[in-house]
């Protein structure tokens, strides 16, 4: 039997949490967090998401509130008894003034599995977001499940970022090809939005050989990259992110 299930939070300018609703695998709690910002920790309550599952998580900063999102743990997604693709809608705002910072651990595509991931994100004019993605195609020796995912950004009501990639067996041909992963299992990006970026954006860079710094008209920075396995994924993330946000 497939779940459904929408956990929500909202954070307010005082710090307090006027929502914080768990629901299904998603355990919310509120955790220790350094500086201004109010922080909670996604706990895994159950496996999930398996196949037939609909799962959403929101998120909204309120204007002028600092809240970090993060988790205890991967997501894996698995196979499951119900026919059909798994679905995990992330649906996160934040208002003026306001700064969300969405730092999850990886998404794992477990073999067999199939998956449907979807990130739309709302912010204010004065909004400052960072957001981290990983996505790890297979658990350790084994082929990635199908995983197709989606990022959409707006802010101040214009489009500001919309891509959608796609992995695994029935994604479009080439995905594992030398221009595309060529191998590698470990894919991520970190998105940074600040009004900073207005009177200095970011430079077009190389990190390495698997990872590059974009400018984003917005003002916004978007660094995309592969790397062979998790940690690697990871290292050259953070190293970006002490680097590029400016808050």
Known sequence: MSLRATARIVAAADGSLPVLESSGPFA??????????????????????????????EA??????????DAAAATVALPGRTPGPARYDVRLSAGMDAVLRWLPEPLISARGS???ARTTVELAAGARLVLREEQILGRHGEEPGTLASRLTVTRAGRPLLDQELAYGPGAPGGWDGP??????????????????????????ELLGDGAVVAPLAGPAVLV?????DA??????????LAALVPF
């Open 28 to 57: 919310l709690r509120r955790t220790r967090s350094t500086g201004a910002s109010t922080r909670v920790t996604v706990v895994g309550a159950m496996s999930a998401p398996l196949g037939g599952d609909e799962l959403a998580l």
């Open 60 to 69: 909204r900063a309120e204007d002028g509130a600092h809240l970090t999102v």
């Open 114 to 116: 199939d998956l449907r």
């Open 179 to 204: 221009a595309v992963l060529a191998g590698r299992r470990a894919v991520g990006q970190l998105l940074v939005v600040a009004p900073e970026f207005e009177a200095k954006p970011a430079e077009v």
């Open 224 to 228: 995309s990259a592969v790397a062979a």
């Open 231 to 240: 940690l690697s994924l990871r290292r050259t993330l953070d190293a970006a």
